[in-house]
């Protein structure tokens, strides 16, 4: 099991998902769709970066 | 429009000109919830149905597929309780795989946490659209 593969592909769910309940227009939505994608994508990795030396 | 031909979508739309009221038809918050998407396209929003449902379904497939655990309440437990409501969000999804036998969860499995963070994720995103469908259905969103 690919742990970043399922960390990808819920991240590209819910950032999908809130793009269309709150933005109606094209350029807004992927906007806001990689927006989240990337904070989602980029925070976990920095989280588990950062959670590396703890037991 | 022609004037006085109302499609289904006006008909489910609660108008404060047509009743004075400003709640969703309960009836109509029931069946978004039951089947993920279907709320938006009583309401003619084709596009966010489709999407809505697609990623509904395809976070709780992928749940079932890492052997996540459809959450029941457990006496002397109080967070199963909130994991239930989390997954109760999937609405008709998490009665089938009931009633199929799937979503025991194997605790052994590796993907057994992720599994249930994704059921939980696809049942409350369920329950965003049904409030979604409610602010519609009110006029209080396009």
């Known amino acids: ?55 | 429009m022609e004037r006085g031909s109302r499609t289904m979508s006006d008909s489910l739309r609660s108008s404060d000109k047509d009743s004075g009221e400003t709640s969703a038809p309960f009836g109509l918050l029931v069946i978004a919830w039951l089947v993920p998407g279907l709320g938006h396209l009583l309401l003619g929003r084709r596009v966010r149905a489709a999407v809505f449902a697609g990623v509904v379904v395809a976070a709780f497939l992928t749940g079932l597929a890492l052997s996540g655990e459809l959450a029941v309440p457990r006496a002397g437990n109080p967070l199963s309780w909130i994991a239930t409501f989390g997954c109760l969000g999937n609405g008709g999804l998490y009665f089938i795989a009931k009633l199929l036998g799937f979503g025991q969860g194997d605790p052994t499995a590796v993907g057994f946490l992720y599994g249930k963070t994704f059921l939980y994720t696809g049942g409350l995103m369920n329950l965003l659209c049904v409030l979604d469908v409610s602010d519609i259905a009110r006029g209080e969103k396009d």
Do not use: C, Q
């Open chain 1, 1 to 55: 099991m690919d742990h970043l593969l399922l960390l990808l592909w819920h991240a590209l769910l819910v950032s999908i998902f809130f793009a269309f309940l709150w933005r109606t227009d094209g350029p807004a939505r992927r906007g806001l769709f990689l927006k989240t994608f990337l904070i989602m994508v980029l925070g976990g990795l920095a989280l588990g970066w950062l959670m590396y030396p703890v037991p």
